[in-house]
């Protein structure tokens, strides 16, 4: 069942945090509708505007709601990753979306504003909810690539203002993370201080509770790294992400979705460089498809559970049918 994103919100807030996790193909839909409905899940399904234009805006959405038919018990929204304004009004105006994300963070705030205002104007005459970015996150997003030092973690001040100003439904902060496999070197702790001050603020401001969402938050695990690299993958292996012990602290103070793309991405590299390594006179894609579908449900459960999301799924649909 599609639902909306605030749905999903209402029920994760404070408690836990919700898996938003970026398909690009029918192999991971598989998976991702196996792996939430084995943990009892809600979940989000992200669509950049990259996979849109890989996979067809079209294809991805009839594969969605073939996979709402064949996994009825699952319960998610579907969101824009990273929009762009007219990317943004394009999924507003299909009438699939459940929520899209507009993206403006590598403006002036001022300009951030104006365009995200614009953006939450026309997706509440819809009933969608909209998601802004203010700060900057490292790392390479869609086409933009904003090297380390051009990052900047989100001014808590700043943030109540922007939020005031563009009335926009949950914030993406730069609370330390960045998008990729190169997030860190060697271990690095979220900014819970950021986020503390945020939801503080947001409070003193005299505004309702804002979710948080995390970008770049994949843990690009070593040992993920080191079999890609055993079978022939060249992936720098002093790459670090995010700790998944901190998803839950993290979740208790107001991060309420958090997106996973890369982890997902090194599932696929593993699966298929190790099987072809080792079936070397193979040459047909439904064996390692297969082993990637399973593969991918699993990491998905797992996922769910360091974000306390597994187990959710029937407070999710009591809230829904309340
Ligand atoms: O933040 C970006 C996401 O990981 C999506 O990546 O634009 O390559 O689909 P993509
Ligand atoms: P990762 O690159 O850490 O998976 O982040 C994905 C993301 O933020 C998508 O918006
Ligand atoms: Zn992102």
């Given amino acids: 069942m599609i639902v909306t994103t605030a749905q999903l919100y209402k029920v994760a807030y404070g408690k836990f945090a919700v898996g938003a996790y970026n398909i690009n193909n029918m ?19 992200q669509l950049s505007k990259g996979a849109r234009k890989y996979a067809d805006k079209r294809m991805l959405e009839a594969m969605i709601r073939t996979a709402e038919q064949i996994f009825p018990e699952a319960i998610f929204a579907v969101h824009l990753d990273h929009g762009d304004e007219e990317t943004c009004y394009d999924c507003i105006d299909s009438g699939f979306y459940s929520s899209v994300m507009i993206d403006a963070s590598h403006e002036g705030f001022d300009e951030n504003v104006a365009i995200t205002k614009r ?29 380390e030092k051009h990052a900047c973690l989100t001014n808590p001040v700043e943030a109540v203002e922007f939020i005031k100003q563009t009335g926009c439904d949950s914030l993406a902060a730069a609370i330390g993370t960045s998008h990729g496999a190169y997030k860190f070197k060697g271990q690095q702790s979220l900014h819970f201080e950021v986020i503390e001050q945020i939801r503080d603020n947001v409070k003193a401001g005299g505004l309702p509770p804002v979710p948080i969402v995390m970008h770049g938050s994949s843990s690009v695990p070593i040992s993920e ?12 292996p002093s790459a670090r992400g995010v700790n998944e012990e901190e998803y839950l602290p993290a979740a208790k103070l107001g991060v309420t979705k958090v997106n996973i793309d890369t982890d997902g991405r090194l599932v696929w590299t593993r699966v298929h460089r190790e099987y072809f390594r080792d079936h070397p006179a193979e040459f047909d894609f439904r064996p390692p498809g297969k082993i990637f579908v399973q593969e991918y449900a699993n990491f998905i459960a797992h996922k769910n559970e360091k974000l306390g999301s597994a187990g959710q799924l029937d407070a999710v649909r009591a809230s829904v049918a309340s």
């Avoid at 409905?37 to 399904?45: C, D, E, G, K, L």
């Avoid at 026309?122 to 900057?136: F, N, P, Q, W, Y």
């Avoid at 790294?225 to 720098?236: M, P, S």
């Fill in 27 to 45: 192999e991971q839909l598989l998976g991702l509708f196996g792996g939430n409905v084995q943990s009892r899940a809600p979940f989000i399904i």
């Fill in 225 to 236: 790294v080191e079999r890609i690299n055993a079978a022939g993958g060249k992936l720098d």
């Fill in 119 to 147: 953006v939450v104007d026309r997706a509440h005459t819809k009933g969608i909810s909209v998601e802004a970015e203010l700060g900057m996150l490292g790392g390479v997003e869609e086409d933009i690539k904003v090297d």
